[in-house]
């Protein structure tokens, strides 16, 4: 079964925002402060959500590990 792209789409904002809010926290941990900490997050936030969007929908189209759904004859 494929998945559609919008769900690619969902699944990569509803991602990004958990791994968003993980490296706010660990650059905070990092440097100590918040606006550099929310800088470096909101900078990660576009570049990785364009970057995983690419590969899910790359990963799509492999068939590695995917098992054919039995079709049935009604």
Do not use: C
Request: hydrophobic share 45%; aromatic share 14%.
């Amino acid at each position: 079964m494929n998945e559609k792209p919008y769900r690619s789409l969902v699944k990569t904002v509803s991602w990004r925002a958990v791994g968003t809010i993980d490296t706010i926290i660990i650059s905070y941990l990092i440097t100590g402060n918040l606006k550099m900490a929310t800088s470096i997050g909101s900078i990660e936030l576009f570049t990785k959500m364009v970057l995983f969007y690419f590969h899910e929908r790359a990963w799509n189209k492999i068939s590695f590990g995917k098992i054919k759904a039995p079709e049935y004859q009604i």
